[in-house]
């Protein structure tokens, strides 16, 4: 049998991410691992495909640049029951489509040398002793250490880790021509179908489709069950009408308590757990991508590979303290006492700046500005 120190099952942003910040901090370990992906790529992933700033930092970190066509947001709009809030800073966000973003990942690490075998499925994992036996459509192979980046129906989680369902929220989408040549550099978040009973928001982003202007619109709900008639009606009507194709997936939030390590196993990404306001999850899976390269260069260095450490590690980083305040404020602005959370919201501009650079991830220097001026133009399109 193959046998390998380490297997990644998932070539998405969190396992690219974990081979390639392997590959800086431990390059004879990044010898000794394999990437493994069900998928040949490019491959589509339902995804609106939004990067915060902090995304184009951990990238450049890597050496990497944007290297796909995206749309540059420089306007936001925010709906929430009263005057609308408008936001205008220079690159609040990029819209990728993660054909292009995750097929540039994966080859990065490549052209690395890390080996990452695409079209190829990991059907059950197994232990045998202190080792995991990976059972994939290409052969079987003997690792010392799994990462399960494998997104949020985990294999790994759920043949190795815990079985139980989790936190998990929905989000459908789908993408509208716009019928112009140039896209929009606004998108817009809308919370007002909670009032209706959503524990979640509507978006609408600008993005392009092979070249052409698209709205991406889409919904998220905290609750994964029993929302499938709600979102489809507001994602028909977010798109302008029936007919446009749905595109709906689950996403594993991280609430902080539930297991994302055993022995011999990490999690990485959507098989740990997203942020659970908005449901983004890129910016969070390169970021646990940095933190598993360190905890498995040094696990091994160390000859311990229990991974106990991991989930405290994850806790305590600056993204698990991000992750764990807005796992909070999904609670508080989609529970019973949302209006008053939204409130508070509206009555500072300043506030919402720094709200939005905390969330953002960048400095506090950042020029920002906030406002209730609901004068934007090139307004994403309408709800009726
Ligand atoms: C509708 C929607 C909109 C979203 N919009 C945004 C957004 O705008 N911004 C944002 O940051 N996040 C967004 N997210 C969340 C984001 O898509 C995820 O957080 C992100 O994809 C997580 O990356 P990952 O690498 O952990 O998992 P994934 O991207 O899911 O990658 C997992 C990989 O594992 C592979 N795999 C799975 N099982 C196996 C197996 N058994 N064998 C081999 N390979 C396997 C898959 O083929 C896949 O390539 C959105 C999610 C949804 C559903």
């Given at each position: 049998?193959?046998?390998?120190?380490?297997?990644?099952?998932?070539?998405?942003?969190?396992?690219?991410?974990?081979?390639?910040?392997?590959?800086?901090?431990?390059?004879?370990?990044?010898?000794?691992?394999?990437?493994?992906?069900?998928?040949?790529?490019?491959?589509?992933?339902?995804?609106?495909?939004?990067?915060?700033?902090?995304?184009?930092?951990?990238?450049?970190?890597?050496?990497?640049?944007?290297?796909?066509?995206?749309?540059?947001?420089?306007?936001?709009?925010?709906?929430?029951?009263?005057?609308?809030?408008?936001?205008?800073?220079?690159?609040?966000?990029?819209?990728?489509?993660?054909?292009?973003?995750?097929?540039?990942?994966?080859?990065?690490?490549?052209?690395?040398?890390?080996?990452?075998?695409?079209?190829?499925?990991?059907?059950?994992?197994?232990?045998?002793?202190?080792?995991?036996?990976?059972?994939?459509?290409?052969?079987?192979?003997?690792?010392?250490?799994?990462?399960?980046?494998?997104?949020?129906?985990?294999?790994?989680?759920?043949?190795?880790?815990?079985?139980?369902?989790?936190?998990?929220?929905?989000?459908?989408?789908?993408?509208?021509?716009?019928?112009?040549?140039?896209?929009?550099?606004?998108?817009?978040?809308?919370?007002?179908?909670?009032?209706?009973?959503?524990?979640?928001?509507?978006?609408?982003?600008?993005?392009?489709?092979?070249?052409?202007?698209?709205?991406?619109?889409?919904?998220?709900?905290?609750?994964?069950?029993?929302?499938?008639?709600?979102?489809?009606?507001?994602?028909?009507?977010?798109?302008?009408?029936?007919?446009?194709?749905?595109?709906?997936?689950?996403?594993?939030?991280?609430?902080?308590?539930?297991?994302?390590?055993?022995?011999?196993?990490?999690?990485v990404?959507?098989?740990?757990?997203?942020?659970?306001?908005?449901?983004?999850?890129?910016?969070?899976?390169?970021d646990y991508g940095r933190l598993a390269a360190a905890e498995?260069?040094?696990?091994?260095?160390?000859?311990?590979?229990?991974?106990?450490?991991w989930?405290?590690a994850v806790?305590?980083s600056?993204m698990?303290?991000?992750?764990?305040?807005?796992?909070?404020?999904?609670?508080?602005?989609?529970?019973?006492?949302?209006?008053?959370?939204?409130?508070?919201?509206?009555?500072?501009?300043?506030?919402?700046?720094?709200?939005?650079?905390?969330?953002?991830?960048?400095?506090?220097?950042?020029?920002?500005?906030?406002?209730?001026?609901?004068?934007?133009?090139?307004?994403?399109?309408?709800?009726?």
């Amino acid at each position: 049998m193959e046998e390998r120190d380490i297997v990644v099952v998932g070539g998405g942003p969190a396992g690219a991410a974990t081979a390639l910040w392997l590959r800086e901090v431990d390059p004879g370990l990044a010898s000794r691992c394999v990437v493994l992906d069900r998928a040949e790529f490019p491959r589509d992933k339902t995804c609106a495909g939004g990067l915060i700033p902090h995304t184009l930092e951990l990238l450049a970190d890597l050496g990497l640049s944007l290297d796909v066509p995206h749309v540059r947001v420089d306007r936001a709009r925010v709906e929430t029951g009263g005057s609308p809030v408008s936001v205008a800073q220079e690159g609040i966000c990029w819209v990728i489509r993660r054909c292009e973003f995750d097929a540039m990942l994966l080859d990065a690490a490549r052209a690395r040398g890390i080996e990452v075998r695409c079209g190829i499925k990991v059907e059950s994992l197994r232990r045998e002793g202190e080792r995991i036996v990976v059972e994939t459509s290409g052969g079987s192979i003997l690792a010392r250490a799994v990462v399960g980046a494998d997104g949020s129906g985990s294999l790994v989680r759920r043949s190795l880790v815990e079985s139980g369902p989790g936190w998990v929220a929905r989000a459908s989408m789908a993408d509208v021509p716009t019928g112009r040549d140039v896209p929009d550099e606004i998108f817009e978040f809308d919370f007002r179908s909670i009032r209706a009973g959503l524990a979640g928001y509507e978006w609408s982003f600008p993005c392009l489709v092979d070249g052409r202007p698209h709205w991406n619109v889409g919904v998220y709900s905290l609750r994964r069950d029993g929302e499938g008639g709600r979102i489809g009606r507001l994602l028909d009507r977010r798109a302008g009408g029936p007919g446009v194709r749905h595109q709906a997936a689950p996403i594993r939030l991280y609430d902080g308590r539930s297991p994302i390590a055993a022995p011999g196993v990490l999690l990485v990404g959507d098989a740990a757990g997203a942020e659970a306001l908005l449901g983004e999850g890129i910016s969070f899976a390169l970021d646990y991508g940095r933190l598993a390269a360190a905890e498995l260069s040094s696990g091994f260095a160390r000859g311990d590979l229990s991974f106990a450490g991991w989930s405290e590690a994850v806790r305590r980083s600056p993204m698990g303290r991000k992750l764990r305040r807005l796992a909070m404020f999904a609670r508080l602005f989609y529970g019973p006492t949302s209006p008053i959370w939204f409130f508070l919201m509206r009555l500072s501009g300043r506030v919402q700046a720094i709200g939005l650079n905390w969330y953002n991830g960048v400095g506090a220097s950042t020029r920002a500005s906030a406002s209730f001026d609901p004068g934007v133009a090139g307004r994403p399109p309408a709800r009726r």
